[in-house]
Every structure is written in C-alpha cells, then in structure tokens.
C-alpha cells in the first residue's frame, strides 16, 4: 500500500475552514491523517467542521475568528501550537470579493480586499514558518488563489491584484525557507461550488438554502468551462492533499489551477452549436 500520500501525526492549520473550500481541505487533511486547527469566522461553522474531522479519528480545534484581524490569526496559530506542540501543514484559504468597477470601490472596500485576501496570508505564514523551523521536520504552506491571479479580472481589479500576489509571494516564500524543508505552493481555483457562491454566507452550511440556477444559466456555465461543469469543492481538497503530501516532495513553488480547464481554454468556450468560439453572440461569430 502507498502510503506516501497519508499525513499520520502531522497538524494542520486552515484558515476559514468551516465552508466551501476550506472545509473540503480541512477534511480532506484530516482524512489522509493530520490532526486539524479551523479558523472560522461562522462559529457554527468552525465547530461542525470540528465535528466531522473527530468523527474521522483525527484530533481537532475549532476557533472563531475574523481573517482580517492579523493579531488574531496570530493568537489562534499559538493556540494551536499550545494544543498539539507542533505545525506541519499551513493552509492560507481566507478570501473574500465583491464586484464593481475600480472607479466606484472606496478605499475602504480595497483594504479589506487587501486584508482578506492579502494580509491574512501574511501574517499566517508569518507566524507559523517559525513553528515548522522549530520542529525541524520540513512543512507544506499552501496558499489558496484563483485563476484570476493571471488574467484581466474587470469588476473584480482589487481582488485579482491580491490573488497575483498570493502567487508571487508563493515563489518567494518557496525559496526562502527551501532551507528548512518547507514547500509552498499555491492553488488556483475558478468556478467551484462553494455555499459563499449559491448565496449561503453566514450561519451554517445549508445547501437547501442555496440559489438554484435555472437551465439557462447552467448551460451557460458547463459551456465556459471545458470539462463541461463547475469543479466541487472536494476536489480542492484532494488537490490539498496531494501537495502538503510526500507525493509532492519535489514540488515547490508552483500555482496549480483546479479549474475544468478554464485557464487553459484562455477565453475559448463551447458554442451552442457544441463547437468552440472565442466570439459566441457576435454578429460574425460561428
């Protein structure tokens, strides 16, 4: 049996884990062996993805708090190291956006994109590179992007800046603590199934509360992407899996879409006539 990919004895910390993609990783991580920390700013949602991971056999701490706030992802980060004595995986996931022209986002709307998406990583990595040091085992630090790191983001300019320096950071980090052992990488998710995406953003998880989108609007969602749907959750969290693992031993430094092929297809999509266009609903299109 491989057993490369298992992650027996070794803890990890997510960081808003209790939904969508965060949760997936976190339970997926606990499933190949790690005992996991959630940081969650749902309460509710902390504690029930707590719950799911000991009812895997793995130990788990649930903790409220805001990504935003840096001092306190630090405080949670010690707590963590308080109650296992050790830090092997880091999983930098908190992010958030909201749509409009740059023109008419205050600059209070671009800093708490900053912090969100930007700073939390910041300061996670901050304060828990020197855990993995001290243990002197290596780590994995995993940050969580989107493909829009690497393209033209209209509406959503602040946010793609952020994500493009989750994956900058993510190179530099990856040479700068090579010496211990520690591998970073990056994952660069596009349209994926979240509870945050169909609407459900606070209180806990409840698909039966989700925004049902009628047959128009998926297949012209099945039709952007090249494998035909929007990707699950879980499959982020199998992905996770696979870098903060010894099957990813030698890879460091990378971004890796989880996407059905949307950055690849670089704006082509499937035509209504099933075929591939780049200029579907012009009047000279095919």
């Known amino acids: 049996m491989n057993t490369r990919g298992r992650l027996d004895g070794q803890v990890a910390f997510v960081t808003a884990g209790g939904g969508g993609i965060g949760r997936a990783i976190a339970l997926g991580l606990a499933e190949a062996g790690a005992d996991v920390a959630v940081f969650e700013i749902v309460p509710e949602r902390a504690k029930e993805t707590a719950a799911r991971i000991r009812e895997l056999g793995r130990e788990a701490l649930a903790i409220p708090g805001d990504a935003m706030d840096a001092e306190a992802i630090r405080t949670a980060i010690a707590a963590t190291d308080a109650r296992f004595g050790r830090l092997d995986i880091l999983v930098n996931n908190a992010g958030g956006v909201s749509g409009r ?29 020197p855990l993995m040091i001290r243990g002197a085992k290596g780590g994995a630090i995993l940050n969580v992007a989107s493909i829009e790191a ?48 169909q609407g459900n953003r606070s209180g806990p998880v409840d698909p039966a509360s989700w925004r049902q989108r009628d047959a128009d609007e998926v297949d012209a969602m099945n039709r952007l992407i090249p494998l035909g749907r929007e990707g699950i959750d879980t499959e982020c969290g199998d992905a996770a899996v696979f870098l903060c693992s010894a099957l990813a031993s ?15 297809a670089g704006g082509w999509v499937r035509g209504r006539n099933g075929k591939w266009t780049l200029n579907e609903g012009l009047s000279f299109g095919g």
């Open 101 to 129: 022209p740059f023109l008419e986002q205050s600059e209070r709307s671009w800093r708490r994109h900053i912090d969100i998406n930007l700073v939390s990583m910041l300061a996670a990595t901050h304060a828990a590179a």
């Open 250 to 264: 030698y890879v460091t430094g990378i971004t890796l879409p989880v996407d059905g092929g949307t950055w690849a």
């Open 150 to 197: 690497e393209r033209a983001a209209p509406n959503f300019a602040v946010y793609a800046a952020c994500k493009a320096g989750m994956v900058s950071f993510t190179k530099s980090m990856a040479i700068e603590l090579s010496g211990h052992g520690i591998r970073v990488n990056c994952l660069a998710p596009d349209h994926t199934v979240t509870p945050g995406n």
